[in-house]
DNA sequence: GACTTATGAATGAAAG
DNA sequence: CTTTCATTCATAAGTC
């Protein structure tokens, strides 16, 4: 009882001794509970849970073992993002003729001050049912708390600083002048 | 001259060519002393370099490999964010009995000697040095700029729906809460 | 026990 | 600034 419900999971999906006596690997390995847990909400929609879901969800999840938000976050990342791997590559196996290739999903950006990208993905519909209610709850006590993200400054006001930077000769190279950030000095 | 200086260092990050005689691959890979760099001028508070700055920056940098200067660009931007995405995503939840912080991480490449930048949960308290001068060049500087960060809202925006999820029955678990993943109401 | 696979973790690059 | 996407790195687990 003890591995099963504390440490790192040293049994991955269901058998094997992983990590050794404890969890003195630093990678997460999830059981099969929480693997089952995370792919049932994957599977019911969920694709990129917010910050207050992955807390919820790692609270959760620490019922069967160690885990951390991180954990959740990376795990929903990879797994959407190797649903969608996989299911470009069979594009690109199965029909290399024509066609079918460009539904760009709309997200020819808009190029910035730096670069552009120019990724032409084929995007499957990719149907993610955001809402889903197993249980239906009536209320509404929640009080929406104000979205307003008022963040300002800390915007070239630091041009007004001098920074000048020594590299480091830790390196070895043969010289190298020191950096200078000065933009203005007073 | 090897591609180990100049070219767009493909592999293990600074050592060894990966991506061949050219850099075809198309992602900067920053070489260890340019990550060292860029990881001490943000330690020194360096946030949000001005285009100036990531020109200097770029510049320098230069020297050690190929680079852009929305390489540096993206650098700061993607170290700021981690930084305090990690800080948000840190308080943690079930079992913070042990360290959660070791990593095994850089055992056989060579960088990870030099600087932390990807170190997990440094509870730093962010500070943020807006001047920073290692060579005095001048009698006057220490115009200290104010700096008030205000970022408020957590951000839950698309998340209209609500989410609940029944634990599984299947194991053999005493009881278990059902997991709600409630944002907002409809 | 080396090789392959699966997947956790990290990060460059953008999009929003 | 915040969030997401694509790619890569690293490693536990599976395979022969």
């Not at 994957?42 to 694709?47: D, I, P």
């Not at 160690?66 to 990879?78: D, G, L, S």
């Not at 590559?89 to 539904?103: A, F, G, K, L, Q």
């Amino acid at each position: 009882m003890d591995e099963s419900l504390s440490g790192f999971s040293m049994k991955a999906r269901g058998v094997g001794g992983g990590c050794g006596g404890g969890n003195k690997c630093g990678r997460w390995n999830p059981t099969s509970e929480q693997v089952k847990v995370l792919t049932d909400l994957f599977r019911s929609g969920l694709r990129t849970p917010s910050t207050d879901q992955i807390q919820k969800i790692s609270t959760q999840l620490s019922f069967y073992g160690k885990i951390e938000n991180k954990n959740v976050f990376y795990w929903f990342q990879n797994h959407k993002a190797r649903e969608r791997q996989k299911r470009r590559r069979v594009y690109n196996v199965s029909d290399p003729t024509d066609d079918e290739i460009i539904h760009c999903k709309g997200k020819i950006s808009s190029i910035k001050q730096f670069g552009e990208r120019n990724q032409v993905v084929s995007e499957e519909p990719e149907r993610v049912i955001e809402t889903l209610q197993l249980f239906p709850l009536n209320s509404f006590e929640e009080s929406e708390s104000e979205k307003l993200r008022l963040y300002a400054s800390e915007y070239n006001k630091e041009n007004a600083s001098t920074f000048i930077y020594s590299f480091g000769r830790e390196v070895d190279n043969p010289y190298h002048p020191p950096l200078d950030l000065r933009l203005s000095f007073v």
